[in-house]
């Protein structure tokens, strides 16, 4: 059971860099965060200061130099890849500017797949994601057979079917006309609302961003808190 006490993510001195032939790129210098259950927090920032690195190492992607990270209680930094790789299974959903679909299962397949491999698969939740998602009635096509934004709601659907505690979204409307972005934007909020869990998303526009409870943009290996600019 999910120790409602500690903050759901909670990052401390969070740490990262890359070797390159210049040497050590620090990505992450010493990065503080905390994520209640339930909050959605919008991540900003310049191309390449970080952004997707720190996703990475949230979903337990990626290793870190120094610093702590914990989901939930547990640090990611002390576990092993198998219990690693299951509270990703079980605890995370990611939705991806390319929306990441297998092309040869069908919507209901790709919708369940994660859930089902979690072990976490609900027949109901499931239906009323497909209803709710617009996708009743599709569940037989495949990914090419549908529109951008149809496969971006399936992505989105397919995130959420395992019922996570933390949405990682990665410019979730990025690859999408405005009027496609916006409706699946709403729908994501909304559906993350109504499930209760908490959402990180990687954006660079500050529309997408401004309905998120909180605005953090990522500079200089720093996060500077952004929420209350411009208010
Ligand atoms: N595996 C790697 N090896 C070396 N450098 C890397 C690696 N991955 C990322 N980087 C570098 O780390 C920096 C941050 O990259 P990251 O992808 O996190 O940025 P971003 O903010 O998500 O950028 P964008 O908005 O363009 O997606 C960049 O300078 C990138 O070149």
Known sequence: MPDTDTPLLECRGLTKSFATPQGALTVLDGIDLVLERGESLALMGE????????MHLVAGLDSFDRGSLRL???????LSDRPLARLRRERIGLIFQQFHLVPSLDVRANLTLQARLAGRFDPDWCAHLLDRLELAGLERRYPEQLSGGQQQRLAIGRALAVRPELVLADEPTGNLDERAAGAVLELLLNLIDEHGCALMMITHSPAVAAPLKRRYRLTHGRLVDTTTDGA
Not at 47 to 54: E, F, N, R
Not at 72 to 78: A, I, N, P
């Open 47 to 54: 191309s390449g200061s970080g952004k997707s690195t720190l």
């Open 72 to 78: 939930g209680g547990e640090e990611l930094g002390e």
